[in-house]
T-cell receptor, first 113, second 114 residues
């Protein structure tokens, strides 16, 4: 059974600071996704990481994937209040020929002024 | 604006009612998904349709019945639900089920069972 663990689950940080969210998973997978969810809203796709060593950046967020370590990171640079949200990583598992996403529990990020 | 449209946005129903949730996408995607999300929890996969055929059913109780009338539409028929079924129901679509393309999520239907 594929398990996806995120840490921390809660993160409170000040504006302007840097921090990293970690996502570990238990079985081999080459595809990992990061999503953002605002309260009461749907999931917004942030990054798709498709190979070992993949690194993608968008604004103040940068995601990376190490498939050998089964680890992905989401790095936040110089946080701003607008980044406050819950961030989920999800790992792709093929089941019966179809893709199935298994989500981590999410990291609730609060950026304080 | 989301490219996956779900209706209704909110639904309140009694345990004896029958209702349906609807999902529509016009991106030409051939895979569609239903997820259930409880408060402060991650989404949990319920069903996957690939090319209009059910490919994954995550042991969902039969009071939830999915239907994919065509490649753009996905329904979830609800009957005799329980209070614990109250949740946000999310529909998603992707190009297909094996390309590694990100799933696009709708805004969800917030369901409350009285």
């Amino acid at each position: 059974e594929l398990k996806v663990e995120q840490n921390p689950l809660f993160l409170s940080m000040q504006e302007g600071k840097n921090y990293t969210i970690y996502c570990n998973y238990s079985t081999t997978s080459d595809r990992l996704y990061w999503y953002r969810q605002d309260p009461g809203k749907s999931l917004e796709s942030l990054f798709v990481l498709l190979s070992n060593g993949a690194v993608k950046q968008e604004g103040r967020l940068m995601a990376s994937l190490d498939t050998k370590a089964r680890l992905s990171t989401l790095h936040i640079t110089a946080a701003v209040h607008d980044l406050s949200a819950t961030y989920f990583c999800a790992v792709d598992l093929l089941q019966g020929g179809s893709e199935k996403l298994v989500f981590g529990k999410g990291t609730k990020l609060t950026v304080n002024p | 604006d989301t490219e996956v449209t779900q209706t209704p946005k909110h639904l309140v129903m009694g345990m004896t009612n029958k209702k349906s949730l609807k999902c529509e996408q016009h991106m030409g995607h051939r895979a569609m998904y239903w997820y259930k999300q409880k408060a402060k929890k991650p989404p949990e996969l319920m069903f996957v349709y690939s090319y209009e055929k059910l490919s994954i059913n995550e042991s969902v109780p039969s009071r939830f019945s999915p239907e994919c009338p065509n490649s753009s539409l996905l329904n979830l028929h609800l009957h005799a639900l329980q209070p614990e079924d109250s949740a946000l129901y999310l529909c998603a679509s992707s190009q297909d089920t094996s390309t590694g393309m990100s799933q696009h999520f709708g805004d969800g239907t917030r369901l409350s069972i009285l």
